[in-house]
T-cell receptor, first 115, second 113 residues
Framework: NAGVTQTPKFRVLKTGQSMTLLCAQD?????MYWYRQDPGMGLRLIHY???????AKGEVPDGYNVSRLKKQNFLLGLESAAPSQTSVYFC??????????????FGQGTRLTVV | KQEVTQIPAALSVPEGENLVLNCSFT??????LQWFRQDPGKGLTSLLL?????REQTSGRLNASLDKSSGRSTLYIAASQPGDSATYLC????????????FGTGTRLTVIP
C-alpha cells in the first residue's frame, strides 16, 4: 500500500541552489497537487495537474515549476531557492474532481530548509 | 475566496471525554468537506469525507457532520484516548475555480491520560 510517496523527506539548500521534489502515486489518480504548509497559514496550493501532460497554477506558484510527464509522477522544481521557500511540502492526489471518488490522499511531506 | 476557520486552535481534554471540533467556511458552493489528522512531523491522514449532499459520516468513534447552508462542520470524537492527540484539519473542495482543497489552520488536540 504505497499510496503517495514523496522524495526526499528532508533537504537543506543554500540560497540560489536548485532542486526537484518527486511525487509518485500508485492509485491511478488523475489529479495531483503540490501544497506547502507554513506555521499559522495552513496548507496552500502551489500547482496542480488534472492529468498527464497538464499543469496549472494554484494560490502561491511564484518561484516554482512543475511537470507531469507521466500520470503517476508529479515533479516540483525550485530553480533558485530562497529562504522564503523554507517550508514543508506535501503532494496529494485524487481520482476525479466530482462525484464520490474525490477523496484526497497525501504523501508524508518533504521538509525543506533554505539557508 | 473560500476561507476556512477552525476554532479553537488548541484543545486539551482528559482521557475518556467526548469532544467536538469545529470548522466553518465562507462559501457554501462546495463539492465536499474532508477531515484530516496530522501527527507531528508527519503527513495528513484522511479521516472522513462528507459529500455536499450528505449530512454526516461516521467511522468508529468519529462522527462528522456538515451543514452546508450555514457553512459549518463538526468532528465529534467519542471516548477520547491519548492516541487521538494530533492536529485535526478540515478542508473543503469548492465547486468553481482552481481544483483544490481549502484548508483551515487546524485544531491541536491533546488528550491527557
Amino acid at each position: 500500500n504505497a499510496g503517495v510517496t514523496q522524495t526526499p523527506k528532508f533537504r537543506v539548500l543554500k540560497t540560489g541552489q536548485s532542486m526537484t521534489l518527486l511525487c509518485a502515486q500508485d492509485m491511478n489518480h488523475e489529479y495531483m497537487y503540490w501544497y506547502r504548509q507554513d506555521p499559522g497559514m495552513g496548507l496552500r496550493l502551489i500547482h496542480y495537474s488534472v492529468g498527464e501532460g497538464t499543469t496549472a497554477k494554484g494560490e502561491v506558484p511564484d518561484g516554482y515549476n512543475v511537470s507531469r510527464l507521466k500520470k503517476q509522477n508529479f515533479l516540483l522544481g525550485l530553480e533558485s531557492a530562497a529562504p522564503s521557500q523554507t517550508s514543508v511540502y506535501f503532494c496529494a492526489s485524487s481520482y476525479s474532481r466530482t462525484g464520490m471518488n474525490t477523496e484526497a490522499f497525501f504523501g508524508q511531506g518533504t521538509r525543506l530548509t533554505v539557508v | 475566496k473560500q476561507e476556512v476557520t477552525q476554532i479553537p486552535a488548541a484543545l486539551s481534554v482528559p482521557e475518556g471525554e467526548n469532544l467536538v471540533l469545529n470548522c466553518s467556511f465562507t462559501d457554501s458552493a462546495i463539492y465536499n468537506l474532508q477531515w484530516f489528522r496530522q501527527d507531528p512531523g508527519k503527513g495528513l491522514t484522511s479521516l472522513l469525507l462528507i459529500q455536499s449532499s450528505q449530512r454526516e459520516q461516521t467511522s468508529g468513534r468519529l462522527n462528522a457532520s456538515l451543514d452546508k447552508s450555514s457553512g459549518r462542520s463538526t468532528l465529534y470524537i467519542a471516548a477520547s484516548q491519548p492516541g487521538d492527540s494530533a492536529t485535526y484539519l478540515c478542508a473543503v473542495k469548492r465547486v468553481t475555480g482552481a481544483n483544490n482543497l481549502f484548508f483551515g489552520t487546524g485544531t491541536r488536540l491533546t488528550v491527557i491520560p
